[in-house]
């Protein structure tokens, strides 16, 4: 590691009194990880010398091949508003290495690491805005987590029918303390459910700050005695959580995918870039929704996409093309909620755009009309297919597409594949309360 990069971080963490960093990664599925240190053993760190036993991971290494290194990104290093202010406590997330010195293939970030660099030689810098949807949930009298929601606000509601206003609030401050730049937040449509949207940003960057986003919210939910909860669909009958992404292409600052001569303002590259997506949905779909739940959120009605369609305006369409053009041109992408590994999706989409760009993929025809309001027949005329139905439908399709494999690697593949199909068979052995309450009575 540069040398005054070491010494700039250990400066800082003199000056501003850090006693523990926490050295962060993700596991195959997203789900944060760290190791705790002290300020003290901060050099050995940063010289790439700490270890950690990855057969304890779930989908890392395995037992006989398990020591694994944490190469810290000294870009991300970060200090954690919430924890104390004396003995503060600071972050950065690591890379993951063999022994050998070699990038260790189950890394989620090295997936993304790849992809960007695939963009890179081609000349393009891509970028990422999320929309990030959550619920703030009650806590029992032990403390404990309910789906339970003290308000009854609605769409863009304000304080004091938003009960979650000032929690928000501190999250969005926090996030800025850290130096995360937000564009907007408001109450969303459901009761207790919000949405903050952070700023345009490289892909890499965006998905630490995606992975940060979340412990962050969760911290402060904490702090005013809530609980906030990423699920897809936590309540029926109600909306989902997305996590809506907003894609772009820029070759020397400017962004390839505007056009003003063109009728919708997009450039050819966007249009192929959207022809890639589509082609691909279908495989990506079990990294983009990985739970069971996820797919009690794509049903119609709910806002939230279950066709293979794409719209220059039309939000019941899997893509669609937010208004503003020019240098703020972008594709959206509605289908992912914030389950998925970011670094994982986002490979995902750079890469399936990018193969679009090469083959000169157009997409089908846009669909103006309302998905959710058209038959069968009607969608079979536009060309448009459904996103698989449930987890096991979207593993099939993701086996099927060499384009998957080919980003995710044989490593990643095989452990989700299998993972996911085990959770799958966990779930269709399951007796739950819908079946009690139909049949146990009844038969």
Known sequence: MN???????????????????????????????????????????????????????????????????????????????????????????????????????????????????????????????????????????????????????????????????????????????MGYAVDASHHECACGQHEIDLKYDEALRTADRIVTFKLAVKMIAKRHGMFASFMPKPKAGEHGCGMHLNLSLSKDGANIFADDTDDCGLSRDAYYFIGGLLRHMKGMTAVANPLINSYKRLVPGYEAPNVIAWSPSNRTSLIRIPAVRGSGTRVELRSPDAAANPYLLLALCLRAGLEGIRNKTMPPQAVSRNLYQMHQEELKKTGAQLLPGDLMEALYEMEQDALISDTLGPHICHEYMQAKKQEWEEFCRAVTDWEINHYLYRI
């Open 3 to 177: 040398h005054d990069i070491t010494q700039n971080i250990l400066h800082l963490a003199e000056v501003e009194d850090i006693e523990f960093i926490r050295l962060q990664f993700t596991d195959v599925f997203g789900a944060l990880k760290n190791i705790a240190i002290t300020k003290s053993q901060l050099v050995k760190a940063l010289n790439n010398e700490c270890m950690f036993d990855g057969a304890s991971i779930q989908g890392f290494a395995k037992a006989e091949e398990s020591d694994l290194y944490l190469h810290p990104d000294p870009e991300t290093f970060a200090i954690f508003p919430w924890r104390p202010q004396q003995g503060k406590v600071a972050r950065l997330i690591c890379d993951i290495y063999h022994a050998d010195g070699t990038p260790f293939e189950g890394d989620p970030r090295y997936i993304l690491r790849k992809a960007v660099q695939e963009a890179r030689e081609m000349s393009y810098t891509f970028e990422v805005g999320p929309e990030c949807e959550f619920f703030l949930f009650q806590n029992d009298d032990d403390g404990h987590p309910t789906t339970q929601i003290d308000e009854k606000a609605g769409f863009f509601d304000l304080g004091p029918m938003d009960a979650g206003e000032n929690a928000r609030r501190d999250m969005v401050l926090t996030l800025e303390e």
